[in-house]
T-cell receptor, first 115, second 113 residues
Framework: DARVTQTPRHKVTEMGQEVTMRCQPI?????VFWYRQTMMQGLELLAY????????DSGMPKDRFSAEMPDATLATLKIQPSEPRDSAVYFC?????????????FGNGTRLTVT | GDSVTQMEGPVTLSEEAFLTINCTYTATGYPSLFWYVQYPGEGLQLLLKATKADDKGSNKGFEATYRKETTSFHLEKGSVQVSDSAVYFCALSNSNSGYALNFGKGTSLLVTP
């Protein structure tokens, strides 16, 4: 059963440190999305890619967040420097890009705690 | 812009009770509508979807009908089980947002024996 794989599952770091989260989308999926989940804001879209090209990253704080797809099997989300308000669960999702009726498949998330 | 509004939880029900979780949306054009479920410590899983007006999505005893006239996609189940305890998210996808999902805030459901 194909699934989206995210690493690490948990990350605890100190304020000011760099954090890198990784995602392996489902093979053959050409769209990749990064979401952030917090109790207060719910699920927020941070960025998304199609065929490895960034389409929209307007949901990300540009000064500290960056998202890339070095190749079709890896997407990364980096925070530098991290701040306590970045504490959240970060989800990666991928989809086949076959129209708006195509569901997204989510990984189990990276739970980030910044102290 | 597009948005999804869900009833706030938590919702607490006894086993075998009837479930309704309300969801309404605002969108241009003809979005697709989804319900996702999230169990503790896990990612979101697709529960059901509907891609056009009057479509009914169904899965595992859950149903939702795409009502364009009332811009709604309410989730229902006739008899809930303890294993249905989870957080439920209503979402829409529209061609003008690159097929990204726009989620509601989520509704927590607790089913007691």
């Amino acid at each position: 059963d194909a699934r989206v794989t995210q690493t690490p599952r948990h990350k605890v770091t100190e304020m000011g440190q760099e954090v890198t989260m990784r995602c392996q989308p489902i093979l053959g999926h050409n769209t990749v999305f990064w979401y952030r989940q917090t109790m207060m804001q719910g699920l927020e879209l941070l960025a998304y890619f199609r065929n490895r090209a960034p389409l929209d990253d307007s949901g990300m704080p540009k000064d500290r967040f960056s998202a890339e797809m070095p190749d079709a099997t890896l997407a990364t989300l980096k925070i530098q420097p991290s701040e306590p308000r970045d504490s959240a669960v970060y989800f990666c999702a991928s989809g086949p890009g076959q129209g708006q009726g195509s569901p997204l498949h989510f990984g189990n998330g990276t739970r980030l705690t910044v102290t | 812009g597009d948005s999804v509004t869900q009833m706030e939880g938590p919702v607490t029900l006894s086993e075998e009770a009837f479930l309704t979780i309300n969801c309404t949306y605002t969108a241009t054009g003809y979005p697709s509508l989804f319900w996702y479920v999230q169990y503790p410590g896990e990612g979101l899983q697709l529960l059901l979807k509907a891609t056009k007006a009057d479509d009914k999505g169904s899965n595992k005893g859950f149903e939702a009908t795409y009502r364009k006239e009332t811009t709604s996609f309410h989730l229902e189940k006739g008899s809930v089980q303890v294993s249905d305890s989870a957080v439920y998210f209503c979402a829409l996808s529209n061609s003008n947002s690159g097929y990204a999902l726009n989620f509601g805030k989520g509704t927590s459901l607790l089913v007691t024996p």
